[in-house]
């Protein structure tokens, strides 16, 4: 009986740390619904989440006592330019989804792990491997899938394209963000390319001809501290109690919270097609992202 006891407290850290990877994961996929929500351009939307989330991440990495000033002039201009590069992934995720709909829009963009694959074999001149790059064609059917005809002037088309331009940015990011990782906490890189990311988009903003509703400014607020800072918080303390390659196959889950989150929220029903190019993208992107999480990192 003692033996049960102690062996189910041993297993209670992990479970918690599921639980959270799972609740940020899912916050993560709701954030994809304001761009249904917020009836303001994507610039003005992303400018309201990383204005908010600067603020809420800058009191995390106080309250953790967290290293914030970098070591140099040369990880300052790394991170600005990151800062640039997350504004535009942003930008592009949420137009995606502004032009077509959530699930398309987060479906494309779950195709970065498929970018991540090519991108870091290049940047570390490592040798690509046949099963990720059979997974990886497989997503591009799907991606193809999504897609009804081939027609410019097409939503969905449009979304797709803008999808994809979220996850290439996305997974350069990702790379780029690899040499970092190892010297800074990743709260103090989030604020960073978050507060550059601001600084990047203040122009265009204060150009924009009128101001968000109260309502609009409300779902920002909540956008910005609960599903950016807050979901990112979570999931690197729920980080530090499971695998990695356990929290990178809950993290692929995304669309997939955010399609039944839109199905309910916004009465959002993904059609036939949606679905099954949808099925074949996940199981591509599960799988890259499972063997990916099991190779030793440099």
Known sequence: MTRKKTAWRKGL???????????????????GLFGKWVKEPAQVIVFGRIFFASLSLALCVRLFHLRLKPANRSDWLHLLGL?????FHWVAFFRSIQI????????????????????????????????????????????????????????????VFWGLLAGFSFALLSVANR????????????????AAATLFLLPWV?????????????????????????????FIQAMKKITAATAAVISSLEPVYGIVLAFFLLKEIPSPRTMAGGIIILASVLLITWRSSKQPKN
């Open 13 to 31: 850290p992990a479970f918690s740390g599921v639980l959270a990877a799972h609740l940020a994961t899912l916050l993560f996929g709701l954030a």
């Open 83 to 87: 800062g640039a590069l997350l504004a």
């Open 100 to 159: 077509s709909t959530v699930a398309i829009g987060l479906l494309a963009y779950s195709t970065f792990p498929v970018f991540t694959s090519f991108l870091e074999p290049l940047w570390l001149k490592e040798r690509f491997r046949p099963d990720i790059l059979v997974a990886a064609a497989f997503c591009l059917l799907g991606v193809f899938w999504l897609i009804p005809s081939f027609n410019l002037s097409q939503a969905a088309f449009q979304g």
């Open 179 to 194: 040499r970092l990782s190892r010297r800074y906490n990743s709260l103090v890189i989030a604020f960073y390319q978050d």
């Open 206 to 234: 204060l150009t924009h001809q009128s101001l968000p509703s109260y309502a609009d400014l409300a779902r920002l607020v909540f956008l910005g501290v609960i599903c950016t800072a807050g979901a990112h918080s979570l």
